[in-house]
T-cell receptor, first 112, second 115 residues
């Protein structure tokens, strides 16, 4: 019940494309859904986060869509750039500072 | 404002040995969480410390233990190392204020290799 399933495992898009990464969860107690970006050899960096009271949140080129009834959420990256090439993790928690349950990650490559 | 720092950056140990990893939380943060990230996988929660006490634990055996100090820095200790303990160990800090936990920010991690 604690699992967060993330797809796809890897994704290749052309520069300017809109990669979409999807996550699904089971635990209805989850109340906080962040996305992290991780470059090789670095720790995860918070990109954007959402709570279930809104269906969409946008920060710069990053947008989270949230479907509470389906228990699914997704990350869209608008106008993707080669510098966006990294591994992206979705996560969920019952509180922003409590235990984060992470998805398995999506390795994104943006081709010039 | 300084971010989360961890030491050492890399470490090589042999099976059966003990290791101590260190973390300094971001300025103003009072809560520290530790995660283990195996190669190609998402981080897994080990435990969290708040006010120098363990405040939650994931599915890790007792040979994984920790400490938090009055300045909110933290240590992760792993005894009787096993080959499967080879991973990136991440520390994340956050602020708990008036019962509300804020966002966790991660350090760069310590890469542990057990031979």
């Amino acid at each position: 019940q604690q699992q967060v399933k993330q797809s796809p495992q890897s994704l290749i898009v052309q520069k300017g494309g809109i990669p979409i990464i999807n996550c699904a969860y089971e635990n209805t107690a989850f109340d906080y859904f962040p996305w992290y970006q991780q470059f090789p050899g670095k720790g995860p960096a918070l990109l954007i986060a959402i709570r279930p009271d809104v269906s969409e949140k946008k920060e710069g080129r990053f947008t989270i869509s949230f479907n509470k009834s389906a228990k699914q959420f997704s990350l869209h990256i608008m106008d993707s750039q080669p510098g966006d090439s990294a591994t992206y993790f979705c996560a969920a928690s019952d509180n922003a500072g409590n235990m984060l349950t992470f998805g398995g990650g999506t390795r994104l490559m943006v081709k010039p | 404002e300084t971010g989360v720092t961890q030491s050492p950056t890399h470490l090589i140990k042999t099976r059966g040995q003990q290791v101590t990893l260190r973390c300094s939380s971001q300025s103003g943060h009072n809560t520290v969480s530790w995660y283990q990230q195996a190669l190609g996988q998402g981080p897994q929660f080990i435990f969290q410390y708040y006010r120098e006490e363990e405040n939650g634990r994931g599915n890790f055996p007792p040979r994984f233990s920790g400490l938090q100090f009055p300045n909110y820095s933290s240590e992760l200790n792993v005894n009787a190392l096993e080959l499967d303990d080879s991973a990136l160990y991440l520390c994340a800090s956050s602020l708990e204020s008036s019962g509300v936990q804020e966002t966790q920010y991660f350090g760069p991690g310590t890469r542990l290799l057990v031979l």
